[in-house]
């Protein structure tokens, strides 16, 4: 009995080992399929990296032939810069000229016409003496030197979608004008939007004309107006400080701005410079306009100079609506 009992019992473990074995083959042969299946994915995935990274270098290589195809030459930029801004550059500074020639001759005869009175109050001089300073447009050399280097020769967001070219700053919200990308502090930057070129300069001249950061640069420009000894009372212009005269010097020198000056006004005239001196300037000014072409660098100051005058504005704007109701209300009460 107890044979019969071992027998029977040897019987099941060899029943229920061979079923263990058989389940776990079976498993074995799952993973087994589950591990070939990997290794097949993992190359195809090889295949499709290959793949993937041949068409990315292709599209590159094509990207960058349409670039190279696409990419205007700097003597062409340059060129086309030129020829859009002389013209009313060219207008702005005549217009100037003229009043200027017309408002020195009035005083010089002693005639101090309402004109002239008006025009001090607007360019906040005391004296005839600050109103030919103020009136007098300085060089043209210059005001090409400022445009190129502020606007990237054309290149800039301002120039293209505003006609900003100076990077004047706006303060008016009631005013057209476009934000800048970059932020001073949490503040957002504005700048003033121009319906022309022609009114951009215009603004130009008339910021560098009443700012009291540029009151030496307004007093030499009438007794010496020599655009090299000018440009280094323009570092409050820029952040830059320093650097930008020197840089706006190179600019005027490397493409010979001083062409385009009053010969009438202008005493300074340039001379042939050697190679070693244009690749010098040529350096200096591709470092500026690359600094410049994404970036805002009008001085704090001369910012404040355009808040504070705005302000003023507003504030005889409500004085002359205060003085306009008086007589309104005084009607009333003489009616009654």
């Known amino acids: 009995m107890k044979k019969i009992y071992l027998i029977g019992m040897s019987i099941v473990v060899l ?16 993973l087994s399929h589950q591990v070939e299946d990997l290794i097949l994915q993992l190359n195809n995935s ?15 290589m094509q990207l960058n032939k349409l670039r190279i195809k696409n990419t205007v030459p700097v003597a062409v930029k340059k060129a086309n810069f030129i020829k859009m801004m002389v013209p009313p550059l060219n207008e702005v500074y005549d217009e100037l000229k003229i009043q200027f020639l017309r408002i020195q001759e009035d005083i010089k005869e ?6 002239i009175e008006n ?21 043209k050399s210059i005001a090409l030197a400022q445009a190129a280097m502020e606007s990237a020769w054309g290149e800039s967001r301002f120039f293209k979608e505003a006609n900003n070219i100076f990077g004047v700053w706006s303060f008016n919200k009631t005013e057209p004008r476009i934000a800048a990308n970059s932020q001073r502090g949490e503040k957002t930057i504005w700048l003033k939007k121009y319906a022309t ?18 009151k030496e640069f307004r007093k ?34 490397f493409n010979n ?46 910012q404040e100079d355009e808040k504070t005058q705005l302000k003023e504005n507003e504030n005889k ?20």
């Open 15 to 30: 029943l229920l080992f061979g079923y263990f074995y058989h389940m776990q083959d079976k498993q074995i042969q799952h």
């Open 46 to 60: 090889k295949e499709n990296e290959k793949r993937l990274e041949e068409e990315l270098s292709q599209t590159i």
């Open 110 to 115: 002693g005639n101090i016409t309402e004109e």
């Open 119 to 139: 025009l001090k109050e607007f360019y906040k001089v005391e004296s005839n003496e600050e109103l030919l300073y103020a009136l007098k447009p300085h060089p």
């Open 197 to 214: 070129i022609k009114g951009a300069i215009k603004d130009y001249y008339i910021v560098l004309s009443r700012s009291a950061a540029f």
């Open 220 to 253: 030499l420009n009438y007794e010496n107006p020599n655009p090299y000894l000018l440009v280094t009372k323009l570092d409050k212009y820029s952040e830059k400080k320093e650097a930008y005269g020197k840089a706006l010097s190179s600019m005027i020198k």
């Open 257 to 302: 701005f001083t062409k385009y000056d009053d010969k009438e006004f202008i005493i300074e005239k340039d001379e042939p410079l050697s190679e070693v001196e244009k690749e010098e300037e040529r350096k200096i000014e591709e470092k500026a306009i690359e600094e410049n072409k994404e970036e805002i660098t009008t001085s704090k100051q001369l």
């Open 317 to 336: 704007e409500e004085i002359s609506v205060k003085s306009e109701e008086k007589p309104e209300e005084k009607t009333k009460e003489e009616t009654k």
